[in-house]
């Protein structure tokens, strides 16, 4: 069974900055990250290939967030600058074998971890 254990989650004042890592328990061609705010869906926000050929990100974030990985620890980042409240979410990390937008389309999920910006 595969495992994605995010971390780097917590409270942050509006413009401040904050770092989300997630280690899968396998190596994945496309590691990536997703946000569900309270009362909202689930929305893609920036994902990766196996060698960041192919990066893409949301438009309410280009600019201000900016996504890593490192293949040998099986590890995606998500730096996170410049936050605004309505970046309040939980922040969900995903994985799968291609370079996708959708959601339904990730192959496994980790539990998510919770960011609040307050004003």
């Known amino acids: 069974q595969v495992q994605l254990v995010e971390s780097g989650g917590g409270l942050v004042q509006a413009g401040g900055s904050l770092r989300l890592s997630c280690t899968a328990s396998?190596?994945?061609?496309?590691m990536g990250w997703f946000r569900q705010a309270p009362g909202k869906e689930r929305e893609f926000v920036a994902i990766l290939g196996w060698s960041g050929e192919s990066t893409y990100y949301a438009d309410s974030v280009k600019g201000r967030f900016a996504i890593s990985r490192d293949n040998a620890k099986n590890t995606v980042y998500l730096q996170m600058n410049s936050l605004k409240p309505e970046d309040t979410a939980v922040y969900y990390c995903a994985v799968s074998t291609t370079v996708t937008m959708t959601s339904g389309a990730m192959d496994y999920w980790g539990k998510g971890t919770l960011v609040t910006v307050s004003s």
């Open positions: 396998s190596s994945f061609y496309a």
